[in-house]
Every structure is written in C-alpha cells, then in structure tokens.
C-alpha cells in the first residue's frame, strides 16, 4: 500500500471525505510480505515511534513525510494486533496515544487501538440500500435506543451488554411488533465514560466495542435492513474528550482544537473542535463518510447544532462561523455523495433555513428537531384542564412556524432524564388522568404533521427516570395500565403507517387544516390531515369535562369509521365512540358527525369507502 500524496494533501486543505482509506492500521502487501501499513498526522510532533503487540510493545521508529504525516510498514502485522503511537512532543515530553483513525478499540478503561480490516463484510441489503429515500412522503416513526441499556444480561458488569448482533435478534421483532420505521442509535463511536452516553468521544471510526466487534455491528445494520427497518447513527461533531489518550493536545500542540484557551473547551468538561483548521474539516467529514459507506447507515443525526451555529449556543455571543462553514461544507459534500441518507440536526435555536440546501443559503439539514413543539406541547398537558382554554396557543402555535423548516417531532433521552420526569410524569392529573393524557399526547404527536421520534420507554409508559446503568423497566407490562397503554401506542403506530394522509403531505400547508381551534367547547381541538384524495379526522376533547353532541365538519355525507378512540376500555379508557358514524347534514353543502367526546379523550375518524 504505497502513501496516496494526492489524498493526503486533499485532507490537508480540508477537501477529503475519505481520510480513513489513507490514515489508520491497513493490512496491505508490501516488500514481498504481508503485513500492516500504520500511518497518522502529528505535525507538532519531534518524533513518532509505533508500539504494538506484534513486537512486544518496542518502540519501532514511523517516517515523517514533510506534511507531518507519519508512516511504517510492519511485515507480520496482523487483523486483532493491538498498537499505540508513541508521541515525543516537540518539548521533550513523550506520551502514548491511540490511532485517530483506528477502526477497533480494546474495552475501556483499557486504551489500545486494534488492528481490524472493515472491508469485505458480505453485505445483503443491496434491494434496501437501492431503494431508501430520505422518507419526506413516507411514515417516519423513530424509536431511539442506547445499545446499553435497552435489555441486558442477568450478567455483571461489562459481560451485561449484549453484543451488536445479539442486540440484532432482540430488537428488530420488537420493532416490527410495535411499528417503528427507524432505529436511531445513541453514539456508537468509542468512548472512555458510560455515563456519556456516548457524547463525549475518543474514536470517531471505531464503534464502541462493549458491545463486540465492528462486523457484528455490521450485521446488526443489515439485519434491520433486511427486515424493512432504517438505522439512523447519533454522532458528536462539536466536542471530544480531554483523556489524555485521545485527541486532546494529540502531537504535544493544539493539533484539533484551538490554540486560544478560550475558544477551547466546552461547558461540558470536553475540548472543541477549531473548524478553522482544514485537516479537521476533513476529518470529522471523513468520520461521516465512513459510517454511511462502511456501515450503510441511513442517516446522521448531529449532535448540539446550536453550539455550531452560535458561540455556545447562545444568538447573543454571535454567529460561530467555523462551525456554520462546516455544516455547509460536510453536509453539501456528505449530500453529493450519499443524495438518499438524511442529515438530521439537533438544533434548539431559531436559526433561519436550517433544512434549507447550502446552494440556496441554508445550512444543507434534510431535517431538524422541532424542540419548540415539543416544549410548548409538554407544557401545555402540565396544565390543569380548567387553564388550558386560557393558554390554547401553547398547543396550537407550532403549526404558525412548522413550514419554515422540516421538522422532526421528537420525545428524546433528553426529557427523560436529569429531574425532569419522565413522559408521562411530566402530565398533570392522578394515575389515571396521566394515562388518558399519554394517550391523547401521542395520538396528538402522530395525527401532526411531520416525522416522530421516541427515546426507548416512552412506549412502556415508564414513572423511572432512563438509567443508563439499568435496562428498561420491561416488568411493567404486567401491570394493567401499562399493558393496555402499550397496545394502544402499538395500535397507533399502525395506524400512522397505513394512512397516507398521516405523512404523505407533512410538508405542505394543504395536508393540514384546522376545524377547532377550541372556539366552541374549551380546550377541544379539531383539524385535518389529507393526502391526495384522502383525508383524516382528528378530535382531542383535553378539558376535563364531556362535550356532549360535538358536531364534527366532514364535509361529505356517508359512513365514517372511528380509526383510534383514546376512550375505548381495552386501552385503559371507559366509555368509547360508535365505531361507525354516519354523517348527518348541516345544510345543503355541510355535514358533520356527531361526538360524544369524553374527557380527556381523542379519536382518529376516517370517511368509509363503499
């Protein structure tokens, strides 16, 4: 494997989406023999020397090309070989550190990079991979895991996880079960602290080995792929850790951070990427790269866009221009090379054209997480039902804003954890009222316009906060109310996935219409959803008290069926709708059903067809 100048100089000026194919351990064939080409870029440093398991951790010296590109051939090298770089600083100092670039890590706390060969997986998803779209007019319904702690083993400590293609076996019938289209994934890349979750990074090219080996995370992929189910993979771009190990002051200087120590470290302890530096551009756009190409991701989702957008996250400090050159530049290229995965931004503030294309000013985003619906909606079912008609603009206001960008409806890790409460907690009422409002909360979730995510739980109905140390609470489907809400939530699902006026036009006005904004009972909403030819009722009764004869506009005469009714008692409710109504008139061109809408009830109504 000869050193590739042209690709390295294209990863020095910022240009390289392939900067794992050139850096790294590769196992090649030079010099008669084979063996393990090494290659990393430490410009600071005075001296690289490799050390490994193949030559009993000796020090071995590597080359340096003029760029401060350092490389070695070892003859005998082998896929499994453990191996550090062996940094002496420009000031004398000498430290050992792992690969960037690695693809396999040792378990923590144990720091070795691995020798591992990525290519040559047998990949059977090609129909999948031919046929995926970025879903702007498909069901989108995203149950978001921590590999960790979704189940574990009756096991201690580590032996605890299961491994990727274990994990495989358990998840996908579940999600087929209960009718999510997506698996997003938790960070994945290698990191030295459990209760990170995953956010504060050391290997940006090699997935975490607590739960096994890079092909079984392979397999894991393509086994949801072949099941018709997507894999989206959450990723860090703005932080990584300061464990001496990794990144930070990697050659004895600010190799990918900044050289100003105000400009360098996060309010979480961590160290910040300098955009303003190419090789790091091409780094981290190499890191993308290489998780939809080598492990046929659908979509990345980034991490703390704000902190990229604004110094801080805060519009008061400024525009972060680094960081806005580089979503536009990683998510132009990125999109040019992979025009079928979605880039999905974590993004809080109200930054303008965030999903819009980087040809057009915006920051090139297939889709953001619309935080503000999820604030206000929360909120709003905090309230006591007699306050709700005074503050109705809290339910209704995301529909004013929800065109100026693509939205992705989220209930993630984020809310459930910290003190503040869990889901339903969250809800106003006793025991009960929270379950008629959970039900009513997600039929609202799924009944409006854009695509849905939900953090691993939600769908239990969980009073316990997520505990990454733990695995979900799966006991509580024994009980009643939290069986009967899982049914419901599963019910729902299907529902959203068979009805193309749910997802076919989220991002067009024309798919949504408001009937009720609670102008004649308080707190009583109507609207509809439509696609093409057809359309969807909805009716979500939140006050506490019935709205007898609720006369709902259909527009049409005939028989319409009750698609999803929150009240009926198999779901937990206790009196329910007609499952058919018939439309009655209401002048020569109105017709409207009659509702008896319980409290804190919803329903889902559809025209019959003959």
Known sequence: ?????????????????????????????????????????????????????????????????????????????????????????????VYDRMDPFAFYSEVRPATASIVYQVEGYPWGDQEWMNSRSKNYNSPMSIYEIHAGSWKTKDAQEDQRFYHYDELAEELIPYVQEIGYTHVELMPLTEHPFDGSWGYQVA????????????????????ACHQAGIGVILDFVPLHFVRDFYALHMYDGGYLYESEYEEKR????????FDFTKPHVLSFLKSAIDFWLSRYHF?????????NLIYHDGDPGKGINEPGVWFLKNCNYTIGQRHPNVMLIAEDSSQCLKVTAPVAYGGMGFDYKWSLGWMHDTLDFFALPPEVRAANKEKFTHSLHYFYQDIFILPFSHDEVVHGKKTIIDKLYGDYGQKFDQLRCLYLYMY???????????????????????KQLGWNLLTYPAHEAFWRYYRKLLHVYKEQPALYGEDYNMLGFRWIDKGERYPALFAYERSAMEEKI?????????????????????????????????????????????????????HWGVDLMMQPLSGCIIKRKEK
Request: glycine share 10%.
């Open 203 to 222: 290997g940006y090219f090699s997935p975490t080995s607590r739960y096994g080996e890079p092909r079984q995370l392979m397999k894991l992929v393509d």
């Open 447 to 469: 009944t409006h316009p854009g695509k849905k995510l939900n953090f691993m739980g939600n769908e239990l109905a969980e009073f316990k906060e997520w505990d990454e140390a």
């Open 265 to 272: 470290y996060s309010p979480w302890g961590t160290a910040l």
């Open 537 to 589: 009722f909805v009716v979500l009764n939140l006050s506490d008290r019935p709205a007898h004869n609720y006369m709902l506009d259909v527009g049409r005469p005939g028989e319409y069926e009750v698609l999803l009714d929150t009240a009926l008692p198999e779901y937990g409710g206790s009196i329910s709708l007609k499952s058919v109504l018939k439309a009655k008139s209401r002048g020569p061109i």
């Open 1 to 93: 494997m000869a050193l590739n100048i042209r690709e390295f100089d294209r990863y020095l000026q910022g240009d390289s989406l392939s900067g794992y194919e050139v850096f790294g351990a590769h196992l090649c064939h030079e010099y008669d023999q084979d063996g393990v080409r090494f290659t990393v870029y430490a410009p600071g440093a005075a001296k690289v020397e490799i050390i490994g398991s193949f030559n009993q951790w000796v020090t071995w010296p590597m080359q340096r090309e003029e760029s401060g590109i350092w490389s070695v051939f070892i003859g005998g090298a082998k896929e499994g070989d453990m191996y550090k770089y062996h940094i002496t600083t420009a000031q004398g100092e």
């Open 298 to 306: 659908d979509g990345i989702r980034y991490d703390a866009v704000s």
